[in-house]
């Protein structure tokens, strides 16, 4: 296929390069500094600050690909995920920006070169809205030599006027639209002859692409005043335009899901669902496709969250992880699959998919099917908890000649047992009942409200201090002041938060980790303070009272204030070597590698920087010996205030992201680096005295990373390695060379003995003379049940073996049993053709996996489980013949 996914993001990226944009890499889902956002829902979130004018951006023209997330506030997709086509809760969003440079006339003309040339939809299907009185913007399209006459529409704010907020920046926008022919008007929820630009749900006539002008500022009273600096803000769904694309290669009218994006994936869930589920493909029944499309999006967005850091949890951001992975197994027990390793499958078949684009998934593969795994079999024992406390609650209600479950019910279902409303819905429509749906949403929104309200102050509660208060670092040189008390919070649990008028303590901040130390009074109480963070001009100094009260830190209070000198030592031996690291970067990679984000801490740093590719190992032995030979130079590094625009001409190097005021500091090292820095640093870069690369990877498309030590933490990284290869010398009976022959013999005659083995583990099977028990046969209503009991066989070669049973016996229900050690157990039914019309293997196995303390699911002829209490295997077995 020409027009694959990967393919046109690509060709945008291309486009705008080649158009003097610097491409950006996405930036994480969790918004950085925003705490009004659980998640970045579009493009322009990491570019806010530039908008509002917080933040002067240090290139005026950027593209991007920036990943995005809508599942909470007013930007919820959640619910109408898996019902339709298009909708989703994780989005790529492609996106070029103008800060202050060119404007409507470009960016038209750009667009309308990108949709037309580059990716060559014919112009006689476009249409271009634009706002009821730009006629900036129409004249700006009426250059357009191509666009059909009559195609350019004016709405009103409704469609066509983007605002940030109810105040705010904002201003009207153009819009380009395709038709995509009479054949998708049958997808529409109105009638064809409705079908229109801008009408809602209309499946016919879709937006390809948003430029949004940013020239006003709204105040309170809705007045609208022109801005000092025009943007340009635009957004393109990169899967539909990827089904717009295909569309037109294949000649079949697609939906987002159809794109090769999902085709895979869904591909994929399709095998796991035939193989232990219903047997449904996708596209023949309505209702498996909801399920199938709602697993392919939640897998992906869960991938994606857990790869930028989040954990499934019970409150906030984990919260979210949480909800999507119990939808999804929701979804499967919908397909008949209860296998653990359907969703693993699925996630693995995605990392496959995106991972050349997001390195940051195969990075974290490992965390990401443990979470999986975890939460699923977390789930399955709620889901039985659950519903029979939906029973049960449903049992009195028809005691009481009731039909409706009462909506507090079903929300207590979901708040407590994390039981979505259709899980709810199905289980009580089997009983005869409805879901009081409507105050069900009403208390939805009452907990959402209560979320907003706890989050409208945009910081941690132990956190919050009076607007106003300002605190000054005086910590550059020093490790230990005496100040003021300006201002104090209890925190709750013994813990306090202090501001002081002057404080040596650095707060965390430019990747830097904030120091740690106590704060005592001439009284002789002690906090002692784990954590320091800036808050609008204040330095919060956060921790626990070790002794003393609540009261003897009260504001106006003397205190003395002492960091933990060792830790910011060693903080600032990693910070100075970050800026000589990004020096060796540049100097041996490229001039175009940047900075892309970093963590100094005291025992080690980490770089992030833009860079295509891994690092080869010849490149990273001379970018360690560049950086150590600049440490032995033993370079004076000094340090100056002056203003921004100064700094730049000077050439010191700004990184795009980062907040900048119009004075900015500035970090010299030698003749070789200048930077632009708020952190410590050394005096003289002999000080850092050494440094130890330990790793290289991706982390996100674009973007590579670096963990190093230095100093004393250097030499305990070698020192630990020296340990171990001295303790592996010794097991081998060798040393240095003869050790690694040795070693390598050793690996090779493993490999042989495995290789052999599993073919005398497959020789046992086929003969069954796997060790344990005989087989057993009964017979019940006519019907032939086979079980038996066998030890350490793995899944593979049961399935193996009870096919072999199947063909001795011709006509039977096959039960085998495997005791794999440590109290773990496998369980298989097979069922012979000719008897899963009235029996099945998926129905037996659901009811013989929890004897042994699992679960598991399957096909009619085939099915398996897994448990925990392998002493119960002869229990589940004998219950086979109980069943049939």
């Not at 600050?49 to 950027?62: C, I, K, Q, S």
């Not at 970018?623 to 050439?651: H, P, Q, S």
Request: net charge negative; aromatic share 8%; hydrophobic share 40%.
């Amino acid at each position: 296929m020409r027009w694959t996914t990967d393919k046109i993001r690509q060709s945008f990226l291309d486009f705008f390069k080649l158009k003097k944009h610097q491409i950006v890499p996405s930036a994480p889902l969790i918004p950085r500094g925003d705490p009004t956002l659980l998640f970045v829902n579009a493009g322009m979130v990491p570019f806010k600050d530039y908008f509002l004018g917080m933040r002067t951006p240090p290139e005026a023209r950027v593209a991007d690909c920036q990943k995005c997330l809508r599942i909470s506030g007013k930007h919820n997709d959640l619910e109408a995920v898996g019902r339709d086509s298009y909708h989703h809760t994780f989005f790529e969003m492609l996106g070029n920006w103008s800060f202050g440079d060119y404007y409507k006339r470009e960016a038209i003309a750009w667009h309308w070169e990108l949709v037309t040339k580059v990716w060559e939809i014919p112009a006689e299907l476009l249409y271009a809205t634009i706002y009821k009185d730009d006629d900036e913007a129409e004249d700006a399209w009426k250059k357009i030599p191509d666009l059909p006459p009559g195609r350019i529409l004016r709405f009103g704010e409704k469609d066509n006027f983007w605002e940030m907020g109810e105040t705010g920046p904002c201003g009207p926008c153009s819009e380009i639209h395709i038709d995509r022919g009479a054949e998708a008007s049958a997808q529409c929820p109105h009638p064809m002859g409705e079908c229109g630009v801008n009408v809602d749900g209309c499946a016919r006539f879709i937006e390809l692409g948003n430029l949004v002008f940013i020239q006003y500022n709204r105040d309170a009273a809705g007045k609208l005043s022109p801005l000092p600096m025009k943007h340009v803000d635009t957004g393109t769904g990169l899967e539909r335009v990827a089904a717009v694309l295909q569309s037109r290669e294949t000649g079949k009218l697609l939906g987002n899901y159809d794109i090769d994006l999902f085709r895979g994936l869904i591909a994929t869930l399709e095998k796991g669902v035939k193989k232990w589920g219903s047997g449904h493909s996708y596209g023949e029944n309505s209702e498996s496709d909801v399920s199938y499309r709602a697993i392919a999006d939640h897998i992906r967005a869960i991938s994606f969250l857990i790869a930028d850091g989040v954990r499934p949890g019970r409150e906030g951001r984990g919260y979210v992880v949480r909800r999507l992975i119990r939808r999804s197994v929701w979804h499967s027990r919908q397909l008949g699959v209860s296998y653990p390793d359907f969703l693993i499958d699925a996630a693995r078949s995605l990392i496959d998919v995106m991972g050349a684009a997001y390195p940051e998934l195969a990075y974290k593969q490992n965390e990401i099917t443990s979470a999986l795994k975890s939460e699923e079999t977390q789930f399955a024992t709620t889901v039985d908890q659950g519903k029979a406390e939906l029973e049960g609650r449903i049992a009195y209600l028809k005691g009481q000649n009731q039909k409706i479950l009462p909506g507090d019910s079903a929300f207590w279902l979901y708040d407590t047992r994390g039981f979505p409303l259709d899980l709810t819905q199905s289980i009580a429509a089997e009983k005869g009942f409805t879901v009081d749906v409507e105050e069900f949403n009403r208390l939805m929104e009452e907990q959402r409200e209560r979320g907003r309200a706890a989050r409208k102050d945009g910081v941690a509660p132990e956190l919050i201090v009076s607007g106003g208060i300002k605190s000054r670092f005086v910590g550059e040189h020093r490790y230990e002041a005496e100040s003021e008390i300006i201002a104090v919070n209890d925190a709750g649990e013994g813990r306090i938060a202090i501001v002081a008028a002057e404080t040596p303590f650095y707060a965390e901040s430019g990747g830097q980790t904030g120091d740690r130390g106590v704060i005592e009074t001439a009284a002789g109480a002690i906090a002692e303070i784990d954590d320091t963070r800036k808050h609008d001009g204040a330095i919060v100094h956060v921790g626990r009272i070790l002794q003393g009260g609540q009261g003897d830190f009260q504001q106006g209070a003397r205190v003395k204030l002492k960091i933990d000198r060792a830790r910011r030592d060693a903080a600032m031996l990693n910070h100075s070597a970050t800026h000589i690291l990004h020096y060796a970067l540049r100097e041996i990679l490229s001039a175009d590698v940047h900075q892309a984000g970093s963590l100094v801490a005291p025992e080690r740093l980490r770089f992030d920087f833009s860079h295509n590719g891994p690092v080869g190992a010849d490149d990273l032995a001379t970018i360690e010996e560049e950086i150590n030979a600049r440490i032995r130079e033993n370079a004076a590094v000094t340090i100056e205030e002056m203003a921004y625009d100064a700094a730049l001409k000077a050439g010191a190097l700004a990184f795009f992201g980062d907040k900048y005021g119009d004075v900015v500091r500035v970090v010299r090292m030698g003749d070789f680096s200048t930077e632009l820095c708020g952190g410590t640093h050394v005096g003289r870069t002999g000080d850092i005295g050494f440094f130890k690369l330990e790793s290289e990877g991706g982390v996100a498309a674009g973007v590579r990373r670096i963990e190093a030590f230095t100093g004393q933490g250097a030499l305990e990284v070698i020192r630990r390695r020296e340990k171990i290869l001295d303790e592996l010398g010794r097991s081998l009976g060798a040393r240095d060379a003869g050790a690694l022959e040795r070693l390598e013999k050793l690996v090779a005659r493993e490999k042989e003995l495995e290789k052999k083995l599993r073919a005398l583990e497959q020789k046992l099977v086929a003969g069954a003379g796997a060790a344990g028990e005989a087989e057993r046969v009964r017979e019940a209503k006519g019907v032939k049940i086979v079980t038996r009991k066998v030890e350490g066989v793995e899944a593979k070669a049961l399935r193996e073996l009870a096919d072999r049973i199947r063909q001795k016996h011709g006509s039977a229900v096959v039960g085998i049993g495997s005791d794999l050690g440590e109290g773990k157990a496998a369980l298989i039914v097979a069922v012979t053709a000719d008897l899963t019309g009235k029996i099945k293997a998926g129905e037996i196995i659901k009811r013989i996996a929890p004897i042994v303390g699992g679960t598991g699911g399957g096909r009619p002829d085939f099915a398996q489980a897994g448990g925990r209490e392998a002493s119960r295997l002869d229990e589940a077995l004998d219950r086979i013949a109980t069943l049939v």
